[in-house]
């Protein structure tokens, strides 16, 4: 027996405790959608701001709409209901459209349950059908006759159309208004809306409240393709004229929402009008990129007529023709988005007629970076934005006022300019090339008005017009309500408006201009603009500001930065203005801010769309390959990615890798306990996400003294740090399960731990025997990644003696050895808490993650921070690095050598 044995022997009898005892809680966190997404190791290209400052905590909705609806916004809906004999109440179990007084559009699948029982009411005006908040809108009626087209059966999907005439008629207010009819057969807009309270997310539940989702308008044959590769008895015929196909791209389209409208709203008369296009009728299981399937209302007019017409209703051809119908409740229409500043819950609405293009920035944009000189503000009218910690993107022109060059920035706060780098092709007075980076002396502190943004890398920019920094002065910009008076304000400050781009050969440029575009408007200018003109004083350009725009990455919103503001009278309208696109300096700009990164200029990349994922392939002529998932490949990958040619197999994630390579990296390890782990948690089915940590436990007298962590990585090894450890020797573990304590056979530091530095900080215990696995006592799996981090993890740490964790994200390490005094290495790990508040950790405190599939894995081993009170990161050992020296300590003959 070993000495530490004889050491925990006596304690051991009196507290070991086998793991078979019952737990008394069951712990569940969800995962956030962050941990989905991963971090390159290190940094090769400029487009990671979405992942690099990933805005924590604050995500899109998933589900049909994703966005709930506002009040008055589809004052047609209607929610279709089966009251309850044996309680009252009422099940919500399909949407309609009110389309007249008291007639209502809705899918014919939709009549009867799967009790074969029929709807007996409809609730309009209520976005929440679950609870009282908005009833005093509700208007819940009778549904007094139910008419299904004849040409419906209920085994196929066609002719899936019906109308419900209700007991009375509603009462038309801005919460319940009929809807209009798309009569046109061609549906044109690229993009409509559907709305619904169905189920938000596949099998999820019923929403509660009232939900919109955009969705984009299928091709006829692209659909069919969809639809006739699926074996449906209900679909015998395929598709025909009067389906119509959608599908958004951002979010599920998912059941429990038939019979609802799909639509879309047209202005008019300063108002929005929806129009009903199809009725909701049939889809395939929730997918990103799967049509739901919509009857087409233009070719049901005649029918919908003609029965409404036989029930009394005072209606002709010419009733839902588009000018007749928008003009029938104008005046209870919502007003056009664009003109609407706030709206109450009684319906009033306070109006901007001009702010669709125009909106006063109440203070200065957060992304801005205000530029000082020695002497004062200098040009008052530059200034740069803020592209990470100590980068500011600037004008080359910019940089210089009187022949000083800029020493600072002086706003969002004062920090001193440590290095200037002007674009080296850029001439004075030239419009080309005119761009330029300040590296800051000292770090800025991201939060509450102070935010990056993101450079926008590619050379096509999704949109057809972009937001625009400008400075005037507010009585011209603020908006004159009806019977309001004009404030005479001649305040100057910020505005935002968004500005049309325009080509090259639309592009007007003034005659005062012209000289700085002498060779013409190139790839590397953007122009925007409009040909209207606005009042002087009303908008001057801000020189260096962003050209930029709000965009959805991961379902968060970020700013892009599609370039920098340079000239144009009045902010583009009547002369249009030029700025310096970012994409066309990408090359340039990533040897200031990425400087050891390899271009990838010269790199040979080849996509093979006859390939796929396990096809044979060629890497050359001579050398055969297998194409393989990139993270199965990775070494090959970090050598040739940018420097040689890489051959794609359909996607950039697969690549055609050497088949000796992938034969020696079968043969290379045995398997081993680390990698049946996956599985191994799987069959487990852990209750318990802690079920893997221990305290380690020092000899104190009569008990232990549990100073820090370890990880439960096999039946008989747990990992932590060479740091935990110290000088001491540990006697003990205490498993999170029961406090069971389980003596410790022996230790082994890495043999090129350096207390200094902290490199290879890392030691694993082995215990007296081994571990009896449940739900609740399970081991960590090892994160293998070679390249990528998991963007969101958890670190667990010890609070008042119980595990807990607290959500950490990775950073680059050149981020990190920005305020470390040693130089890090690739088997180091630096992370941070959310919001860039002070992170602290103790050593051996377990950064994990959680797989997709479930899996619970350990990606890092912090090391301990000297100073909690202003430190922003914390230093780990990377596990992913450290897999050939822990799997060596799985060979029981290791320990012989060990003390």
Not at 189 to 211: D, I
Not at 515 to 543: F, R, T, W
Not at 672 to 697: A, F, K, W, Y
Not at 863 to 877: G, H
């Amino acid at each position: 027996m070993s000495l530490m044995m004889e050491i925990a022997s006596w304690k051991s009898k009196v507290w070991y405790i086998f793991i078979f005892g019952s737990v008394l809680f069951y712990v569940h966190a969800e995962r956030h959608p962050g941990e989905s997404l991963f971090l390159p190791d290190e940094r090769t290209s400029l487009d990671d701001c979405h992942l690099r400052y990933y805005k924590f905590g604050t995500y899109g909705r998933g589900g049909i709409g994703g966005f709930p609806a506002k009040q008055f916004e589809f004052a047609h809906m209607g929610a279709i209901g089966w009251t309850q004999a044996e309680d009252g109440k009422t099940l919500w179990k399909c949407g309609g459209s009110l389309i007249w007084n008291n007639f209502v559009l809705t899918a014919a699948h939709c009549v009867v349950d799967s009790r074969n029982v029929s709807p007996d009411v409809v609730r309009f005006g209520d976005l929440d059908i679950f609870s009282t908040a908005g009833d005093e809108f509700a208007q819940q009626i009778k549904i007094e006759e139910i008419i299904r087209h004849t040409g419906h059966r209920f085994a196929s999907h066609y002719n899936d159309v019906a109308l419900l005439r209700l007991e009375r008629s509603v009462q038309i207010n801005e919460a319940v208004i009929p809807a209009c009819l798309w009569l046109d057969e061609e549906v044109w807009f690229k993009r409509v809306h559907a709305t619904g309270w169905g189920n938000v997310g596949f099998v999820g539940k019923q929403s509660p409240v009232l939900l919109k989702m955009e969705l984009s308008p299928m091709s006829h044959d692209a659909c069919s393709k969809v639809y006739n590769n699926t074996s449906t008895r209900k679909l015998s015929r395929g598709l025909v004229d009067h389906h119509i196909c959608a599908f958004s791209p951002k979010a599920d389209t998912c059941e429990g929402d038939s019979g609802g409208p799909l639509q879309v709203k047209l202005m008019h008369n300063m108002r929005e009008t929806p129009f009903i296009i199809g009725v909701t009728s049939f889809g395939l299981i929730c997918g990103t990129s799967t049509p739901g399937v919509y009857t087409r209302v233009a070719s049901y007019h005649k029918w919908i007529i003609e029965t409404m017409r036989d029930r009394g209703a005072a209606v002709d051809e010419n009733t839902f023709n588009s000018t007749n119908c928008v003009h029938r409740y104008a005046t209870y229409r919502e007003f056009y988005e664009g003109v609407v500043v706030s709206k109450e819950k009684n319906g009033n609405v306070e109006l901007n007629t001009f702010n669709y293009m125009f909106e006063w920035q109440p203070s200065i944009p957060w992304e801005l970076a205000k530029l000082g000189w020695p002497t004062g503000d200098g040009s008052n009218n530059c200034v740069g934005v803020i592209v990470d910690e100590n980068t500011v993107l600037t004008l080359a022109e910019c940089v210089k006022f009187d022949g000083v060059a800029v020493t600072q920035i002086i706003h969002p706060t004062v920090v001193n300019i440590s290095n200037i780098y002007i674009h080296p092709e850029y001439k004075e007075g030239s419009s080309y090339n005119n761009i330029a980076v300040l590296k800051l002396e000292s770090l800025l502190l991201f939060g509450y008005g102070i935010a990056p943004t993101c450079i926008w890398v590619e050379k096509e920019w999704p949109f057809g017009d972009a937001l625009v920094l400008g400075f005037g002065r507010k009585d011209l910009v603020e908006p004159l309500y009806p019977k309001g008076e004009i404030i005479i304000d001649p305040t100057y400050g910020y505005l935002s408006l968004t500005n049309m781009l325009r080509n090259s050969s639309s592009c007007m440029v003034g005659d005062r201009e012209m000289s700085k575009v002498q060779h013409g408007i190139a790839q590397e200018h953007v122009c925007v603009g409009y040909d209207s003109y606005i009042v002087p004083e009303m908008c001057n350009l801000v020189h260096g500001a962003s050209v930029e725009q709000y965009m959805s990455r991961n379902e968060i919103e970020y700013t892009f930065t599609l370039a920098l503001s340079q000239f144009g009278r009045d902010c583009g309208f009547g002369e249009h203005m030029i700025a310096t696109r970012l994409a066309s300096h990408v090359e340039w700009l990533k040897t200031i801010l990425i400087p050891n990164s390899r271009s990838s200029a010269s790199t040979v990349q080849f996509l093979d769309y006859d390939l796929v994922e396990n096809d044979e392939c060629e890497v050359d002529s001579d050398m055969p390959g297998k194409c393989v998932n990139i993270a199965e490949c990775l070494d090959y990958w970090n050598r040739i990615a940018f420097d040689g040619k890489m051959i794609f197999c359909s996607s950039k994630n697969v690549i055609c890798c050497p088949t000796s390579l992938l034969e020696n990296k079968n043969t290379k390890h045995e398997e081993t306990d680390l990698e049946h782990c996956s599985s191994l948690q799987r069959n487990l089915m852990p209750h318990d996400r802690n079920g893997s940590l221990v305290q380690i436990g020092f000899d104190i007298e009569e008990w232990y003294d549990f100073r820090c962590m370890g990880s439960i990585i096999t039946a008989q090894l747990v990992l932590t740090t060479a740091s935990c450890l110290g000088d001491d020797v540990p006697v003990v573990v205490q498993l999170s399960v029961n406090e069971t304590i389980v003596p410790i056979e022996s230790i082994s530091l890495h043999e090129d731990y350096n207390t200094t530095h902290t490199y290879d900080d890392i030691a694993v215990i082995r215990l007296i025997e081994p571990l009896i696995w449940n739900s609740y006592l399970f081991p960590i799996c090892l994160w293998t990644n070679q390249s990528h981090t998991p963007l969101v993890m958890r670190l667990n740490y010890l609070d008042e003696d119980a595990f807990t964790f607290r959500f950490m994200m990775p950073q680059y390490n050149t981020d990190c050895q920005r305020i470390n005094p040693f130089q890090l290495q690739r088997s180091q790990l630096c992370a941070r808490e959310p919001y860039f508040t002070n992170t602290c950790a103790r050593a051996g405190d377990a950064l994990q993650s959680d797989g997709e599939d479930g899996t619970f894995y350990l990606v890092g081993l912090a090391q301990s921070s000297d100073d909690c009170d202003s430190q922003q990161y914390i230093t780990l050992t990377r596990v992913s690095k450290q897999l050939d020296w822990i799997r060596q300590t799985l060979n029981p003959e290791y320990w012989n050598f060990s003390s």
